[in-house]
């Protein structure tokens, strides 16, 4: 590879970066004055040694969170450039935008990615949920661990909190079926499932199932899952992550959400 070729690559990740880091920076600066309000606040004791470890995996989650989007939006970008394609099948009378090998390659490469980061993201919000609760676990996470440790939980502010939470992670992270919401409320399941396939029997076999259209007649044949394009797939799962992040907040800190972007003193506490 030429040295104007890496510039090349390197530019584009530059820009890839650029274009995200506004929006994970604004979700993790609003959980960063959340948390900081409701520790002002509190009765509940934490010692400095506590809130370090909380500290660490909050900055973990929203890491984890931004290399996700960064899979994300380079699904999006392969999505569309895709899609601008559709003149030339316009001028040759094309029915159909066919993806090719060198294109699925990349296309997997990013939807693999994505799987990777968002089941760390999982975990680690799991993690700091459980220290935020004092719930006394130690080593890796999964979610019966997850359960079990809130189910443990004792000291009364907590235990409330304890107690909605794994109502929410049983009906809209975790749950038996998709539902008709507007995002699958099993969306926790199917990303842990399908990082799993991944990394420990590598079986994800991508499907041309898709039935979306250009200018109402040209068929984007893009790999798809669950009759879905990966990266409308994703997008549904990022959806998720997002609201997790918003709905547990308004209960761990006891402050609501606030959308839009990040002002400072947003969430001060009276």
Same mark, same amino acid.
């Not at 539902?179 to 799993?196: A, E, H, M, Q, Y």
């Given at each position: 590879?030429?040295?104007?070729?890496?510039?090349?690559?390197?530019?584009?990740?530059?820009?890839?970066?650029?274009?995200?880091?506004?929006?994970?920076?604004?979700?993790?600066?609003?959980?960063?004055?959340?948390?900081?309000?409701?520790?002002?606040?509190?009765?509940?004791?934490?010692?400095? !040694?506590?809130?370090?470890?909380?500290?660490?995996?909050?900055?973990?989650?929203?890491?984890?969170?931004?290399?996700?989007?960064?899979?994300?939006?380079?699904?999006?970008?392969?999505?569309?450039?895709?899609?601008?394609?559709?003149?030339?099948?316009?001028?040759?009378?094309?029915?159909?935008?066919?993806?090719?090998?060198?294109?699925?390659?990349?296309?997997? +490469?990013?939807?693999?990615? +994505?799987?990777?980061?968002?089941?760390?993201?999982?975990?680690?919000?799991?993690?700091?949920?459980?220290?935020?609760?004092?719930?006394?676990?130690?080593?890796?996470?999964?979610?019966?661990?997850?359960?079990?440790?809130?189910?443990?939980?004792?000291?009364?502010?907590?235990?409330?909190?304890?107690?909605?939470?794994? !109502?929410?992670?049983?009906?809209?992270?975790?749950?038996?079926?998709?539902?008709?919401? +507007?995002?699958?409320?099993?969306?926790?399941?199917?990303?842990?499932?399908?990082?799993?396939?991944?990394?420990?029997?590598?079986?994800?076999?991508?499907?041309?199932?898709?039935? !979306?259209?250009?200018?109402?007649?040209?068929?984007?044949?893009?790999?798809?899952?669950?009759?879905?394009?990966?990266?409308?797939?994703?997008?549904?799962?990022?959806?998720?992550?997002? +609201?997790?992040?918003?709905? &547990?907040?308004? &209960?761990?800190?006891?402050?609501?959400?606030?959308?839009?972007?990040?002002?400072?003193?947003?969430?001060?506490?009276?």
């Amino acid at each position: 590879m030429s040295g104007n070729d890496q510039q090349q690559i390197a530019q584009g990740l530059k820009t890839l970066q650029a274009h995200t880091l506004g929006y994970s920076e604004g979700s993790y600066l609003k959980l960063q004055a959340m948390q900081d309000a409701y520790f002002s606040k509190t009765s509940v004791k934490y010692s400095a !040694e506590e809130r370090e470890t909380i500290q660490h995996y909050l900055d973990s989650l929203t890491h984890k969170s931004h290399m996700a989007t960064l899979a994300l939006e380079q699904l999006w970008a392969l999505n569309h450039d895709k899609r601008n394609e559709i003149w030339e099948a316009i001028k040759f009378s094309l029915d159909t935008l066919k993806v090719d090998d060198n294109e699925l390659t990349i296309i997997s +490469f990013a939807f693999e990615t +994505f799987l990777f980061h968002a089941r760390a993201y999982i975990d680690f919000y799991m993690l700091y949920i459980c220290y935020f609760l004092k719930t006394g676990h130690e080593g890796s996470i999964n979610h019966g661990k997850f359960l079990k440790e809130l189910g443990g939980v004792n000291q009364s502010q907590l235990a409330e909190k304890a107690n909605k939470i794994l !109502e929410y992670f049983d009906t809209r992270v975790y749950a038996k079926d998709a539902g008709k919401s +507007f995002v699958p409320s099993n969306w926790g399941t199917l990303i842990t499932s399908l990082r799993d396939k991944v990394a420990h029997r590598d079986i994800i076999k991508p499907s041309f199932e898709s039935k !979306e259209t250009l200018a109402h007649k040209i068929l984007l044949d893009w790999p798809t899952i669950r009759g879905m394009t990966y990266a409308r797939f994703h997008q549904d799962m990022q959806n998720g992550m997002d +609201f997790l992040i918003q709905d &547990i907040s308004g &209960i761990l800190y006891d402050i609501k959400w606030i959308p839009g972007p990040y002002k400072s003193g947003m969430f001060d506490m009276p």
